[in-house]
């Protein structure tokens, strides 16, 4: 069955440290994946897109990578700040136009 | 920079009532969807459209249905609400052509059901 799995509900760093959260899928074959923040009691907000044949990519603090053999996808966040605490959602973009498929989130606190 | 609005934050309907919730985009998005947010669950996605007066359903469209009148709105309507029904409702927006399937989600409501 397809699954997508981020592998920690839950997630306590101490501020400073790089956080790093895990998104996992099975019988996809994604187009691209994607990573959202959210807010408690706001939607998702857009962060970071990679495409299949990219290794990594970098957005300031933000770093993803995606390795398409292992169906892994790895969002780190380096010097957290307590200001960096969230939920963090993967998504997965199949090919055509087919809705999104969300995985079910971590929640990230950074500790001062 | 993209604008989603729901029409209300907070809702609180009694069990049977018919309840509207309404999301409107200003980037000409094609695509417009509705989820629900609860905790543990994760989003799941109720109904999508991908252009006017066309509906799709999602993952849960039980006791839901939409509608697409015009390419800016996306409604969704709870026929005969009840308890179960109590979550966050969330809509986004997407285009294939300019964003690349990236949604674009409004701030919620959060919907009760007494």
């Known amino acids: 069955s397809q699954k997508i799995e981020q592998n920690s509900e839950a997630l306590n760093i101490q501020e400073g440290k790089t956080a790093t959260l895990t998104c996992n899928y099975t019988?996809?074959?994604?187009?691209?994946l994607q990573w959202y923040r959210q807010d408690p009691g706001r939607g998702p907000v857009f962060l970071l897109l990679?495409?299949?044949?990219?290794k990594e990519k970098r957005k300031e603090r933000l770093k993803v990578t995606f390795d398409t053999t292992l169906k892994q996808s790895l969002f780190h966040i380096t010097a957290s700040q307590p200001a960096d605490s969230a939920t963090y959602l993967c998504?997965?973009?199949?090919?055509?136009?087919?809705?999104?498929?969300f995985g079910k989130g971590t929640r990230l606190s950074v500790i001062a | 920079d993209v604008k989603v609005t729901q029409s209300s934050r907070y809702l609180v309907k009694r069990t049977g009532e018919k309840v509207f919730l309404e999301c409107v985009q200003d980037?000409?998005?094609?695509?417009m969807f509705w989820y629900r947010q609860d905790p543990g669950l994760g989003l799941r996605l109720i109904y999508f459209?991908?252009?006017?007066?066309?509906?799709e359903k999602g993952d849960i469209p039980e006791g839901y249905s939409v509608s697409r009148e015009k390419k800016e709105r996306f409604s969704l309507i709870l026929e005969s609400a009840s308890t179960n029904q109590t979550s966050m409702y969330l809509c986004?927006?997407?285009?294939?052509?300019?964003?690349?399937?990236?949604?674009?989600f409004g701030p919620g409501t959060r919907l009760t059901v007494l």
């Open positions: 986004a927006s997407s285009s294939l052509r300019t964003t690349r399937d990236t949604q674009y």
């Open positions: 019988n996809y074959s994604p187009a691209y």
């Open positions: 990679i495409r299949e044949n990219e």
């Open positions: 998504a997965l973009i199949l090919s055509g136009n087919t809705p999104l498929v």
């Open positions: 980037m000409d998005h094609e695509n």
């Open positions: 459209s991908y252009d006017v007066k066309m509906k």
